[in-house]
């Protein structure tokens, strides 16, 4: 697991960083990015800009079924390099709408998270 700490208060794999109004959950390389208490709010066209401001580019899928292989299981739906917006999981939780296939699930959204990778 990577934590990156940019004046940012750390609870398991939650990363708040307070400069810029971001909630980062970490796994492996893969970071899941939202903005604080609005869930679902970056539309594709800003998916890309919200990674490069870390540092990072939007992950792939190749990425997000490592990271999943890996234990990387969130429900949250987010933006991916190739357009898609997608979640993976390892464990059905009800509410979260998907079976935990060994796969990376598309999500029916204009507005989502980003999942980011480091470069």
């Known amino acids: 697991m990577t934590i990156f700490h ?33 869930i679902y709010t970056i539309p594709w066209s800003e998916a890309e800009a919200e990674c490069q401001a870390r540092g990072m580019t939007l992950a792939s899928r190749a990425d997000m079924l490592e990271s ?14 190739d357009g898609s917006c997608v979640l993976v999981q390892v464990t059905f939780r009800p509410g979260c709408g998907f079976s935990n296939e060994d ?17």
């Open 68 to 81: 999943r292989a890996l234990g990387l299981d969130i429900c949250d739906c987010g933006w991916i390099s």
């Open 103 to 119: 796969t990376v699930h598309t999500c029916d959204y204009l507005e989502a998270g980003a999942y980011c990778k480091q470069i």
């Open 6 to 38: 940019v004046h940012c208060c750390v609870t398991l794999e939650m990363v708040i960083v307070h400069d810029c109004l971001i909630k980062e959950t970490v796994f492996n390389a893969v970071v899941y990015v939202q903005r604080p208490n609005e």
